[in-house]
């Protein structure tokens, strides 16, 4: 009976010490990328978005984008222009920021897009 509070805190120790961070889970989606496994990569990258800090705007764009290109290479353009709105929606990118994103391969699939000119 006494053991039960030690037992517990050691479960709550090990279960919060086996969680993934933002960082694993870009490394993961970089593979699954590289693998050509586009959808999974895209998930990987938009579970890695969530656990960001929000307030790094350049990191979490940078993983907007990769999961963007993961998403429109995998044939979800749906998902990939959400994630192109919310990059378009921060206010401190730089002209250069949309020429790359134009100029951009993995893009292609979206350029016939009605969206696509709107963006």
């Known amino acids: 009976m006494k053991y039960i509070p030690i037992l ?22 970089d ?12 998930i990987a ?15 979490v764009n ?8 993961s998403w429109s290479l995998g044939s979800y353009p749906d998902s990939a222009f959400i994630l192109l709105n ?7 990118l730089t002209f250069s920021y949309f020429i790359d994103v ?3 391969n993995d893009f292609s699939s979206l350029h016939n897009e009605k969206r696509w000119v709107e963006l």
């Open 86 to 92: 919310k990059i378009a929606a921060t206010k401190d």
């Open 31 to 42: 593979s699954l990328y590289n693998s050509k496994d586009f959808k999974n990569s895209a």
């Open 102 to 104: 134009i100029s951009d």
């Open 45 to 59: 990258y938009s579970s890695a978005i969530r656990q960001m800090n929000q307030a790094d705007t350049i990191l």
């Open 8 to 29: 517990l805190c050691c479960l709550l120790v090990a279960q919060f010490s086996i969680g993934q961070t933002a960082d694993v889970l870009k490394k993961r989606g």
């Open 62 to 69: 940078n993983t907007r984008w990769a999961a963007a290109c």
